[in-house]
């Protein structure tokens, strides 16, 4: 059974920086494509970023590119999303999901974490 556990959320002002992880469980993690989602409230989830089952290749929302950055260790089960420059608008419930391929497409998703909250005040 997969499990995907993140961390990392919380308040930060805005052009602050977070640093979310999420560790997962259950299956060969090296085996999956990792992807990060947001929900903003009353919008729609969208897919952030996306990383190859290497960290090869990654993906990235036109919204977020420059300024986030995603990562994994294979080693550690282990994936990341490094935000700077955040801005009132990165404010979601933040999702950790694994998948195939390919990394861009939201649908090649099939697993989900519980989400963790990130605010950014203005």
């Known amino acids: 059974q997969v499990q995907l556990v993140e961390s990392g959320g919380g308040l930060v002002q805005a052009g602050g920086s977070l640093r979310l992880s999420c560790a997962a469980s259950?299956?060969?993690?090296?085996?999956?494509?990792m992807g990060w989602f947001r929900q903003a409230p009353g919008k729609e989830r969208e897919l952030v970023a996306g990383?190859?089952?290497?960290?090869?290749?990654?993906y990235y929302a036109d919204s977020v590119k420059g300024r986030f950055t995603i990562s994994r260790d294979n080693a550690k089960n282990t994936v990341y999303l490094q935000m700077n420059s955040l801005k009132a608008e990165d404010t979601a419930i933040y999702y950790c999901?694994?998948?195939?391929?390919?990394?861009?497409?939201?649908?090649?998703?099939?697993?989900w974490g519980q989400g963790t909250q990130v605010t950014v005040s203005s």
């Open positions: 999901a694994q998948g195939l391929a390919p990394i861009g497409v939201a649908g090649t998703y099939m697993y």
């Open positions: 990383i190859s089952r290497s960290g090869s290749s990654t």
């Open positions: 259950g299956r060969t993690f090296s085996m999956y494509a």
